[in-house]
Nanobody, 124 residues
Framework: QVQLVESGGGLVQAGGSLRLSCAAS????????MGWFRQAPGKEREFVGY????????YYADSVKGRFTISRDNAKNTVYLQMNSLKPEDTAVYYC?????????????????WGQGTQVTVSS
């Protein structure tokens, strides 16, 4: 089992940047692929990005491609989401999630463990 805690959210103006962190407990962090998701009020939780166990493969939603970057540091049990050129439509609660399976998936149902989320608000 792994426990996840996100941090780094906040209020930023459009065009600004934020870096989210997701710290994982346990000694098996490197055995999990990691995903970032977000959920805006009244909307379903949506896929943002994915990074595989080693950090060598990443995938992004089209809406964030070229603006967001996922990375991980397995020695620190942490995954990051660097968000640049933020837009008001990026406003949401952002969640990290861990997947025991090595096969990529964008559906939230595929992920086994979730953090509590961190709020990101982008003002226009």
């Amino acid at each position: 089992q792994v426990q996840l805690v996100e941090s780094g959210g906040g209020l930023v103006q459009a065009g600004g940047s934020l870096r989210l962190s997701c710290a994982a407990s346990g000694r098996t962090f490197s055995s999990y692929a990691m995903g970032w998701f977000r959920q805006a009020p009244g909307k379903e939780r949506e896929f943002v990005g994915y990074i595989n166990r080693s950090g060598g493969t990443t995938y992004y939603a089209d809406s964030v491609k070229g603006r967001f970057t996922i990375s991980r540091d397995n020695a620190k049990n942490t995954v990051y989401l660097q968000m640049n050129s933020l837009k008001p439509e990026d406003t949401a609660v952002y969640y990290c999630a861990a997947d025991r399976d090595s096969i990529f998936g964008w559906s939230p149902r595929k992920y086994d463990y979730w953090g509590q989320g961190t709020q990101v608000t982008v003002s226009s």
